[in-house]
């Protein structure tokens, strides 16, 4: 975890490099979209990617993630969220703290993803 802090440099966060867009999310393959919100949160507003074959979504609340973690495949693209990015952000750096590498916080959260996968983009991205 030390490490992992000491390279959160202004650097760091100004290449936007732990970020993902959503549009960019549904391009890449292999992707696991970690839902990071409570159980409540999640069974009150579901996200599935039936059009999206690339992507499996697994809902893992922040609070039970010590004790999942063996849930998450780090040959996977991993990407987190929430509705603020605050609790995808703690996730973010524990995973990078327990060997995770290939993870990236999606940008502009729930909010953005629901955006993102409107039926018209859905339909341009299929078509």
């Not at 922040?62 to 987190?80: M, Q, V």
């Not at 524990?94 to 940008?107: H, M, W």
């Amino acid at each position: 975890m030390e490490q992992s802090l000491r390279n959160m440099t202004l650097e760091f966060f100004g290449s936007g490099k732990h970020k993902i867009s959503p549009d960019d999310l549904l391009e890449k393959k292999n992707v696991l979209l970690l839902d990071v919100r409570t159980k409540e949160e999640h069974e009150s507003i579901l996200i599935k990617f039936g059009g999206y074959s690339n992507i499996i979504c697994k809902n893992i609340p922040l609070n039970e993630l010590p004790d999942r973690i063996d849930e998450i495949p780090k040959e996977r693209f991993i990407a987190i969220f929430c509705p603020a990015n605050f609790r995808s952000s703690m996730t973010y750096l524990y995973l990078l703290s327990k060997g995770f590498t290939n993870i990236r916080v999606l940008e502009g959260g729930y909010a953005a993803l629901t955006d993102a996968v409107m039926p018209g983009k859905i339909l341009k991205f299929i078509s």
